[in-house]
């Protein structure tokens, strides 16, 4: 079994930056991925980045890639997710999610979720 409990979000400006983290408790390891989503009101969730436990494989989305970076502290089984340059297409619940699988495909199949943390970009 796997928790996962997201912290980090809130309210920033166009431009600004947050950074999200992720803390993991529970059965992780090898073939073990933590992944980040989104989801605004009345959109599909969304995949927006991915790294494997290993920290050697990592998957971005294309509408974040270059203003996001997803990290991990393995010490203290956290995954981080900074965003910076955020407009309010940005603004969703972000959602913590992890599986056990393969980096070939990082994008889907996740069986663990977090609560969701709200990140909300002003104009």
């Known amino acids: 079994q796997v928790t996962l409990v997201e912290s980090g979000g809130g309210l920033v400006q166009t431009g600004g930056s947050l950074r999200l983290s992720c803390a993991a408790s529970?059965?992780?390891?090898?073939?073990?991925?933590i992944a980040w989503f989104r989801q605004a009101p009345g959109i599909e969730r969304e995949f927006v980045a991915a790294?494997?436990?290993?920290?050697?494989?990592?998957e971005y989305a294309d509408s974040v890639k270059g203003r996001v970076t997803i990290s991990r502290d393995s010490a203290k089984t956290t995954v981080y997710l900074q965003m910076n340059r955020l407009n309010p297409e940005d603004t969703a619940v972000y959602y913590c999610?992890?599986?056990?699988?393969?980096?070939?495909?990082?994008?889907?199949?996740?069986?663990?979720w977090g609560q969701g943390t709200q990140v909300t970009v002003s104009s």
């Open positions: 529970g059965r992780t390891g090898t073939y073990f991925i």
């Open positions: 999610a992890a599986k056990y699988g393969s980096p070939f495909y990082m994008r889907t199949g996740y069986e663990y």
């Open positions: 790294i494997t436990w290993s920290g050697a494989d990592r």
